[in-house]
């Protein structure tokens, strides 16, 4: 057997105007356990979808097996047993777990014929071995998010991968799952398989890996062994600042503890679908409220169910009983919705800056806007021409435009569905600060975030601010003030009942 | 055995079995079914069922086909010329089958390789095979042999060779949809970029139902010249949107990656019936073709209403609901 | 299922929506195979630059224009919307509009408000099923084709067509110099509905629609009704076409608005549009119906014969689709 020898030289890619690997180098020996860290726009993920044949570089050379290694589409990469899993998922909703977990070397009798029963004895191995032997007969949309994931985990197991690219899957993962995922890596990394692991977790970093790669802004910053490291060191690296001992415990001026002002938005007895418990919620005039907890639990139903995305919604306007049936009706009772997806929901791609920006004010409000150009400035967006496509600018200045269409309007509500995701450090920051504008000038804002970290940065910007932790629909914690920490979220987002179950 | 019933009943070819049976009863109850009726049935319909199979393989793995019919019209007229021409009938019909297929490898590399939308990639061709057509044969004519003839329209145990030929057709769809190649059309269909992170050679794949389009309407086109006697460059124009509009009948959705071929053939032979019932019912000759838009309207409703059951009710798109009015 | 394209004539920055002078740019490639076509055709068959023959081929062209508005609108819309039932709209108009006038020039109003009013309804049931139904347009409108060839037989028997008002027929006439009335009457209809697209909140919605529907929900646009208006809108548009094609041709039969269907799409997309939807505009529609009407009159004249011609139809076309329509690689 060839020994994997893996090593990658002078990698870059860019897309477009954005330069996502600067000459990166990489290398990874038989066996060998590392992780991949880095924040959002580090070029992590850019790499491993290189090293696994999804993207293709615009320059460099990868040698594996002591010989060039260039693959030119996921398929060759997984001929040379080089398998990544997805962090958008590579499953199948429509198709079972069993057919999902052989999709990608389907075994056949007699040559042409599916094997069915060997698919089915194949599931079963690998299940078990992972403890989830009861998802056997399910289709992938019957799943929890995090029963998807460690599917997903399996289906790149069951490829008898030699270097395993682990993509970001534990943030969805309970504890359990993520002991079983440890155990695995254990056995596979026994067989000589070489394990790539990308969290942002360093928790699991220390004690899954043994030596760990950091990147930045497209470059490699480090390479060392996770024994020499402390968190400290690691997030210093990441970020480029060093974190000294009075940011990490940074507090809070006058932390205030309950709600002032009036009530802009409240409801009870909400039930959110999907979910069994109902909850309640109030949010006062200039209030920010973080909304935390495991992905998958309700977070980004709740704020779509307000919005009027679900069926109708009846709940209380500053003081006013409303029923909201639909957006429109959302938005002319002055509420807005802010989507992370912004692709898919915020970009209107053929039009240019200023008509993405005008869209609401114009078409549903009916109000003629202020100059659009004095917009942009004020939120530090760069552009050429407000005539542009809206494209034509980067991810983070888009996602700031698509939330001026918002704050134009001076909406009472602001409704945000991780609208930083997948935006660099610093445009997040400036969206943060546009918040806080929001919350001076009285606006509630009501925002999900999946980085729990981002969530302790927006509660500083206030001092009215709440975090409210969400598990399986229900409202199970309320963090405020000095509360607000990554530990104390990350705690109550595995309530300890649960993982101890099983 | 629960189990296995419940199976059947969620197949998407389920619906429209029911409503083909439906239209046979009611046909049986009106004007009966000699054999000589169930002869020329499957004889006249046959190339609407190949063409619908064909269609239907190609739908499912995410792309369309609006040129099959033009391509029917060039092997009818190309096969109609080499018999005339005294070429050895079983060359005949292999070099017609090799032809109808290299048509669909046409459409199939402009697809799938080139990755042109597949509506106007086969426009195009349609044009270009229609031309072929007209130019191999400009005006219907031609003989067919007596023998051929008969061997078309005669029956083996009863059962007409038309419809023989399209269970065997059927059971080659089979063959690959439970070939692993078949469940990579179908992922295909329903996810492209996702089946390519998986591994899938998609462009392959798509080349592929093209392909396997342009035989089985090349066996289509050969039965249809068997049924005329001869040769046509006019014929099968309403062929392609035929078989489409059977497709989504007989449950094969217009976005990919769901259906089968024999819930497509019900729907041509539901078509084929429909037809048949509004003439049976007596309806005045111009009122017709009305009365069968209409009914198939119903249909297609019908099939869409019925069908949005079987997606899962947890996988709720954005995009069906707060349309805002 | 139908992969995206990028269009034929925005050959500019696409990322730069062009503002002045800039916009015109992106129709230079289509003016240019215009003026080959034209020089192409007269070098075959010298006359085929007349101002007489010019002035033919844009009137034809004319009536291709107007049924490509109603394309356009449900292209605009996005979601790959499609109308398969223009043609059969137009064949029906063109064999009722006797019917409806008996020859008099004072049913003419009414008759055109008949078929505008029939036509329109199919665009209202087409609409309704695509948006509240979700049948995908494709299958609907291919559905109503048949509904609506159905609905004409069986309206005119299949009996010969009465005599339309001379007045109809002068569509085809010119109306100063060799410039046709019908032309005359495309322009100024594609003018008022680029107007209405351009700086109508309808029309703006329209596009915003076609370009992320999901966007266009979350803020607040009304989906449904900006869908079904824009399939109705494109039935009575239909319609009107067919009323001005047979006021061209002089009679009327049952197959003659076959051919526009397909080539109104045709037509759409070589003027700039993208069949996903959100873009596009009815003067590059015009150009792409010009480019398409040119290339059958320059085939003509080439002497070649119907099969020939209509194969290199197609093989021209599936160049143009080679060389600029191609859907984004699926590896980055």
């Known amino acids: 057997m060839t020994f994997l020898n893996f090593e990658c030289k002078g990698i870059s890619k860019q897309f477009g105007a954005v330069v996502a690997l600067k000459d990166v180098g990489f290398s990874i020996k038989e066996g060998e356990v590392r992780a991949l860290l880095g924040g959002n726009g580090s070029g992590k993920s850019t790499l491993a979808k290189v090293i696994a044949g999804a993207v293709k570089p615009d320059s460099g050379n990868i040698t594996a097996f002591d010989a060039e290694f260039m693959p030119s589409s996921p398929d060759e990469a997984k001929k040379h047993h080089i398998i990544m899993t997805s962090q958008e998922l590579s499953l199948f909703s429509n198709l079972s777990v069993a057919q999902n977990l052989s999709f990608c070397t389907i075994p056949v009798k007699g040559g042409l014929i599916t094997d069915n029963k060997k698919i089915l004895s194949v599931a079963k191995d690998i299940l078990s071995e992972l403890n989830v032997l009861h998802l056997l007969d399910k289709r992938i949309d019957e799943l929890a998010p995090n029963e998807k994931y460690m599917i997903e985990y399996a289906k790149a197991l069951v490829q008898d991968p030699r270097l395993l690219i682990i993509d970001e899957i534990t943030s969805a993962l309970y504890k359990k799952d993520v002991e079983i995922i440890k155990a695995s890596i254990e056995k596979v990394k026994n067989n000589g398989c070489s394990v790539i692991f990308i969290s942002h977790r360093l928790p699991e970093i220390f004690d899954i890996c043994e030596t760990v790669t950091v990147m930045r802004s497209g470059a490699v910053v480090a390479d060392m062994e996770v024994a020499n490291a402390s968190e400290q060191e690691l997030i210093s690296l990441m970020t480029g600042k060093t974190i000294t001992k009075e940011d990490a415990d940074k507090r809070f001026q006058d932390a205030q503890t309950e709600t002032q002002g009036k009530t802009i938005l409240s409801i009870s007895d909400l039930k959110l679908s999907g979910f069994e418990s109902t909850l309640g919620i109030d949010i006062g005039e200039g209030e920010i409220v973080g909304v935390a907890g495991l992905q998958g639990h309700g977070q980004s139903t709740l704020v779509r169910q307000l919005f009027g995305l679900e069926s109708h919604m009846s709940l209380t306007i500053d003081g006013e009983k409303t029923t909201i049936r639909n957006p429109r009706q959302a938005v002319k009772k002055g509420m807005a919705f802010i989507s992370g997806d912004r692709e898919k929901e915020g970009v209107f791609k053929e039009q240019s800056i200023s008509e993405n920006l005008r869209v609401v004010g114009d078409i549903i409000l009916k109000k003629r806007q202020k100059n659009v150009g004095e917009i942009l400035d004020r939120y530090h967006v760069v552009y050429g021409n407000t005539g542009h496509k809206l494209v034509s600018l980067s991810g983070g200045n888009q996602q700031k435009v698509v939330i001026s269409r918002w704050t134009s309007v001076f909406p009472k509500i602001v409704l945000a569905d991780d609208p930083t995701k997948g935006i660099d450090v610093q445009a997040r920051s400036e969206v943060h600060q546009i918040f806080k504008e929001l919350a001076e000038q009285g606006s509630a804002v009501l925002m999900v975030s999946s980085d729990d970290a981002e969530l302790v940065n927006l509660a500083k910007v206030t001092n009215k601010s709440r975090v409210i932790v969400m598990y399986e629909g229900k409202i199970i914690k309320v963090l405020r003030g000095a509360e607000i920490t990554e530990e104390n979220i990350g705690h109550a987002s595995m309530p300890v009942v649960r993982s101890d179950e099983n | 055995m629960r189990n296995s019933l419940m199976k059947i009943v969620r197949n998407t070819a389920f619906p429209i079995f029911v409503l083909l049976i439906a239209f046979i009863i009611i046909n049986g109850a009106m004007s009966g079914f000699t054999s000589s009726f169930v002869v020329g049935f499957f004889t006249s319909n046959f190339a609407l069922c190949c063409v619908t199979i064909g269609t239907a393989v190609i739908i499912m793995g995410g792309g369309i086909d609006v040129s099959l019919g033009a391509m029917v019209a060039l092997i009818n007229c190309i096969f109609t010329q080499l018999v005339e021409h005294g070429w050895n009938f079983g060359l005949a019909v292999v070099v017609s089958l090799l032809i109808s297929m290299a048509c669909g490898a046409l459409n199939g590399t402009v697809v799938g390789f080139f990755r042109v939308s597949p509506m106007l990639a086969t426009f195009g061709s349609l044009s270009i095979f229609s031309g072929l057509a007209l130019t191999v044969l400009p005006l219907p004519g031609g003989t067919m042999p007596v023998g051929f003839r008969n061997f078309y329209m005669g029956t083996i145990a009863g059962i007409p060779i038309a419809l023989l030929i399209i269970i065997a057709l059927l059971l080659l769809a089979f063959l690959v949809h439970r070939s692993p190649l078949g469940t990579k059309i179908i992922a295909v269909g329903l996810d492209a970029p996702k089946s390519f992170i998986s591994g899938v050679r998609v462009n392959s794949v798509t080349f592929f139902t093209y392909v396997f389009a342009g035989f089985v309407c090349g066996v289509g086109a050969i039965g249809l010249t068997a049924n005329m006697g001869g040769g046509d460059p006019n014929v099968g124009t309403a062929l392609s949107m035929s078989a489409i509009a059977s497709c989504v009948i007989g449950g094969v959705a217009l976005s990919g990656g769901k259906g089968n071929a024999l819930g497509a053939v019900f729907g041509s032979l539901f078509f084929g019936l429909l037809i048949n019932t509004v003439i049976a019912a007596r309806t005045p000759s111009f009122q017709q073709g009305m009365i069968r838009g209409i009914i198939l309207l119903v249909g297609m409703i019908v099939a869409a209403v019925l069908l949005r059951g079987t997606t899962s009710t947890r996988a709720k798109q954005l995009r069906n609901e707060g349309a805002n009015d | ?332």
């Open chain 3, 1 to 332: 299922m139908i992969t995206n394209n990028e269009s034929i004539l925005s050959n500019t920055n696409p990322v730069k929506k062009a503002s002045g002078i800039e916009r015109y740019k992106s129709y230079l490639p289509a003016a240019i195979i215009i003026v080959v076509l034209f020089v192409l055709g007269q070098i075959l068959s010298p006359g085929f630059a007349s101002a007489r023959n010019v002035s033919n081929i844009f009137a034809q062209a004319s009536i291709l224009a107007l049924v490509a508005i109603s394309q356009s609108l449900v292209i605009f819309v996005g979601e790959f919307g499609i109308d398969l039932s223009v043609g059969a709209i137009m064949s029906m108009s063109a064999m009722l509009m006797p019917f409806y006038t008996q020859g008099q020039a004072s049913a003419l109003p009414m008759a055109i408000f008949m078929v505008v009013l029939i036509g329109g309804l199919a665009g209202f049931i087409n609409g309704t099923g695509v948006q509240i139904i979700k049948i995908p347009a494709l299958a609907i409108t291919l559905v109503m084709a048949t509904v609506v060839d159905g609905f004409t037989l069986a309206f005119t028997k299949g009996l010969p067509s009465k005599a339309l008002p001379e007045v109809l027929k002068t569509v085809g006439q010119p109306l100063f110099g060799q410039v046709r009335t019908c032309i005359i009457i495309a322009v100024v209809i594609i003018v008022i509905f680029q107007l209405v697209l351009s700086y109508s909140r309808y029309g703006k919605s329209v596009f915003l629609l076609g370009s992320n529907r999901n966007a266009a929900k979350l803020t607040g646009l009304r989906v449904n009704s900006t869908v079904i208006i824009a399939f109705t809108i494109a039935g009575m548009m239909a319609a009107f076409a067919g009323v001005i094609m047979v006021g061209y041709v002089g009679s009327s039969n049952l197959r003659m608005g076959d051919s526009y269907t397909l080539m109104s799409v045709a037509a759409v997309v070589i003027g700039g549009a993208k069949l996903s939807g959100g873009s596009g505009t009815l003067l590059g529609a015009a150009l792409g119906s010009i480019v398409l009407i040119l290339l059958t009159s320059v085939l003509i004249a080439a002497g070649l014969s119907t099969g020939i011609r209509t194969f290199l139809q197609g093989l021209i076309l599936v160049m143009i689709l080679l060389f600029n329509s191609r859907a984004p690689k699926l590896r980055v």
